[in-house]
């Protein structure tokens, strides 16, 4: 499913946070938003989501507009994995994962059959399942994200929207989180949408990058074109060498200012 | 793999509730000043159930006791502490706040003022206004504490202790108004102070048919929502992510536990912890799902107030503690404890 934003202004409470944005996600791609502290990408987010209503300018998720959308009819097209996920302390993997049948399940109602068995079977791909038992409070860092991870499978949306998935990860970790997104995209077609504060990791994995800087699109495109050392050092204030990899995609490493004698 | 089951209400816990409720209020049916026979308060009882016909052998008098002083009064101190628990763990809910409760959060003093502005007003027996008058007090409560407590939590405060802080002011503030309200009718003042302190004297069949409308359609909207309660524990934001609108779910459970407050309030007076104390004990038992809590607070609740009653007119028979004294006493220390025990988990 593909989502197109155009022209998107938002305001925070009165202040402007997002201008003029645009950017095209074809189905199935991979899309990493990237861009300094503070620059609107959560906000992005959150638009797309259709938790915040746009000022101007419009967000279409398979040509429909989230915000308009009735929210279980929302959830059932754009699955979240927020950033500091709030985990109900007590409640066990297996619950949390259920959480993401929700739009499916009759508001007063309860789970189907079916809405339990998709849960396992996202824990079996996920392999979570020898953890299903397990209280929330009672897991490690990498743990918890491939189980927020599993809640938002569990949508079974076509579009798939993660908030900086790899942050307090160990590198192992990240890899591991990375591969698997990449994995469910292939796999089930999936339209990926993140940010990242990892340029190098974005550029990885994303087939397009997006740069936002105080609530502007900088740059988009495909990450060779969007990581370069002046775009970096303009937008973070950050000293760069930005070198391709051996796949041919960009490695961007930090730069000491004085180097060692 | 097999599907798994997903957090329910199991059989053994519910059946384990119920046979603890059962037995409290055999317990309060039997144990009394009147000095009942035992064998004939049960067969009397037996008398009563559908296709059951057993000859008590009480005396008209000790039945007249039983079924008209007894009776009511066990089944109205049941009803309201099912009332203010399953109302404690809903608020809980609702407000992801462990600390949540009718007492504390404004709601009881709120429906204090309500009940009390009928009672001096139309003045001759209480009547279907009651906890009508009483919710609408109550409503106006928490919408109150609750206003407070985020006005000041934005000023920098945060978290779990602002609201119940909030509710505590509002409730101190609500006090004031009722007993301003006391002293402007004096002639009422003696039985509406021993209605504040909590207590279940005034039980009869009337007041019982009086709440029970209000208190089954709370009762049944709160276990409605036990699963909705659950996804609002990820938060509101995540929630709506998930397709569910977090507002009108909350608004909905409020207005539910409201009623359920306003219902125990307007026959039993202000009795506090009853909603911290008896969801914090099914927690830690039975598990953290709203699916459980809910159902089983309700039969803990009655259980619970079913036993305070009957240690506050046992204790120091032929007199009467308050209720309200006796669940404070058991309440507060209890309080301290469960905010020990979340401290870790959300901030204060």
Redesign the interface.
Known sequence: MTVTVRGLDVDLEGRPVLRDVSLEAPAGTWTAVIGPNGAGKSTLLRAILGLRRPRRGTVSVAGADPWALPPRRRARLVAYAPQNPNLPPGMTVFDYTLLGRSPYIPHLGRESARDRAVATEVLERLDLVGLAARPLDRLSGGERQRVVLARALAQQAPVLVLDEPTTALDIGHQQQVMELVDRLRRDDGLTVLTTIHDLTLAGQYADALVLLSRGRVAASGPPGEVLTGEAVGAHFGARVHVAPGPDGRPVVSLERSCGPR | ???????RLRPVPLAVTALVLAAALLAALLIGPAGLPAGGVVKALADRLPFVHVDSGLAPVDRNVLFELRLPRVLLGAVVGGLLAVAGAAYQGVFRNPLADPYLLGAAAGAGVGATLVIVVMSDRPTFAVPLAAFAGAVAGVALAYGLGSTARRGGGSGTATLVLAGVAVSSFLASVQAFLQQAKAEELQRIYSWILGGLTLADWPTLAMIAPYAAVAVATLL??G??L??L???D??A??????ASRVRLTVLAAASLATACAVAVSGLIGFVGVVVPHVV?RLA???YRIVLPLSLLGGAAFLTVADLVGRTVVAPGELPLGVVTAFVGGPFFVAVLRAVRG?VDT
């Open positions: 793999m097999k599907a798994r089951e997903a957090a409605l929502h699963r909705l659950d996804v524990s990820v938060g934001e995540e709506a992510a998930l397709g569910l609108s927690r598990g953290g799902s988990e």
